[in-house]
């Protein structure tokens, strides 16, 4: 079955543009996360997304956010950017139930580039 | 709070033996998992572990498990090329595992 296709692959913007990537997970799964990928910092956990509504959520500023469509499709927002934000965006998707593995499947991420 | 630490790089010749360990805080996982990041892509789970195991073994990898210590480790046996890439260690509780910050394995001739 497909995995979890992530778009755009690359994007280029400039500070205080806003910016905003979409996930759609495997079918049948209804949990999508997002994290953020530097050098620096590594995988930070950005928010979670199950049947629609945020069920977690990293240490982002408020100009993160998210939102996930009744198709389970994700989309998260960054507003304002700063140069900071450049970065590999990553989606996963998961199952979310009770007594599986919480095995994450990622799509190849969006990275975002900021001038 | 949750931590996870790795040592950042391994350089290995090969068809060596390569181990790469990581530290934990968290007693309560349930699973603690290895995920391989290849360069351009996502991450992929290569191999997780239930906590009330010390040990399993998946042709080439072998995971250990110290929960005194929670000290996890991955051993990669004859290491080929293609083995290069950034491998993350995970512990998983809830729904939300808490990542290292990924062990960059360099293969070499």
């Known amino acids: 079955k497909a995995g979890v296709t992530q778009t755009p692959r690359y994007l280029i913007k400039t500070r205080g543009q806003q910016v905003t990537l979409s996930c759609s997970p495997i079918?049948?799964?209804?949990?999508v996360s997002w994290y953020q990928q530097t050098p620096g910092q590594g995988l930070q956990f950005l928010f979670e997304y199950f049947s629609e509504t945020q069920r977690n959520k990293g240490n982002f500023p408020g100009r993160f956010s998210g939102r996930q469509f009744s198709n389970s499709r994700s989309e998260m927002n960054v507003s304002t950017l700063e140069l900071g934000d450049s970065a590999l965006y990553l989606c996963?998707?998961?199952?979310?139930?009770?007594?599986?593995?919480?095995?994450?499947?990622f799509g190849e991420g969006s990275r975002l580039t900021v001038l | 709070g949750e931590d996870v630490e790795q040592s950042l790089f391994l350089s290995v010749r090969e068809g060596d033996s390569s181990v790469i360990n990581c530290t934990y805080t968290?007693?309560?996982?349930?699973?603690l998992y290895w995920y391989k990041q290849e360069p351009g892509a996502g991450l992929q789970l290569l191999t997780y572990?239930?906590?009330?195991?010390d040990m399993k073994q998946d042709q080439r990898l072998t995971v250990l498990l110290n929960k005194k210590d929670k000290h996890l480790s991955l051993r990669i046996a004859d290491t080929q090329t293609g083995d290069s890439a950034i491998y993350f260690c995970a512990e998983g509780g809830s729904y939300i595992p808490t990542f290292g910050r990924g062990t960059s394995l360099i293969v070499h001739p």
């Open positions: 079918s049948g799964h209804r949990s």
């Open positions: 996963a998707s998961s199952r979310r139930t009770g007594g599986n593995t919480g095995e994450l499947f």
């Open positions: 572990i239930f906590s009330n195991m």
């Open positions: 968290d007693s309560s996982s349930t699973y």
